[in-house]
């Protein structure tokens, strides 16, 4: 007898629709519907021993896909900073512009990928912190009639707070936003952006 004919079961109640779906997929996996069902759950508890639910998971998944497609590349730290110092005032103005301008790109990007009007801060906060800038600790807030974005990071240079600054303005000027106000300084980036217009 295998041990899945020898496992006790029991009976889960599920709306139908959601049956008949789950039914189809196990039917195309070459599956059963027992066999799926239990593995949905089991990666469910998984999830949930990590302290995150298995929607936070999907989310998270869809948004790291999303940057992959979008050229979205991983850089050390030490390697931004490093190439940062080496750049004249007329390179920096030129790298904020490029900055500026991938942050728009994303912007318009994620608007296309994800079909939203995204005015909820934590929705924003997500994908911004999915783009791997694991070193900044990024913080939005609905402020007001529009938002505030923070970045604190105490190594990071002024410089790259400039074009941490653009990217992050680029990208809100794509969902819309109007930056009213920002304050830059080595470590520390405070951006207040209000809602314009609704996106198309």
Known sequence: MSSEASQKRKVLVAREDLVNSLSLVAKKRGSTLYSLTNEIIEQALRAES????????????????????????????????????????????????????????????VTIRFREDFRDAQSLEKILKEIRWEFVDLVIQNEGNGMRVRCVSPQIPVELMKLISMFIEGFLEALAYKVERRNIFKGILDIYATKTQQKQ
């Open 50 to 109: 990590m302290g995150v639910t298995l929607r936070d998971v999907l989310d998270t998944y869809e948004v790291l896909k999303a940057n992959r497609s979008a050229g979205q590349m991983l850089v050390p730290i030490d390697v931004l900073i490093a190439i940062v110092s080496k750049l004249t005032p007329r390179d920096l103005e030129e790298i904020e512009k490029l900055w500026k301008e991938a942050g728009r790109w994303y912007g318009e990007y």
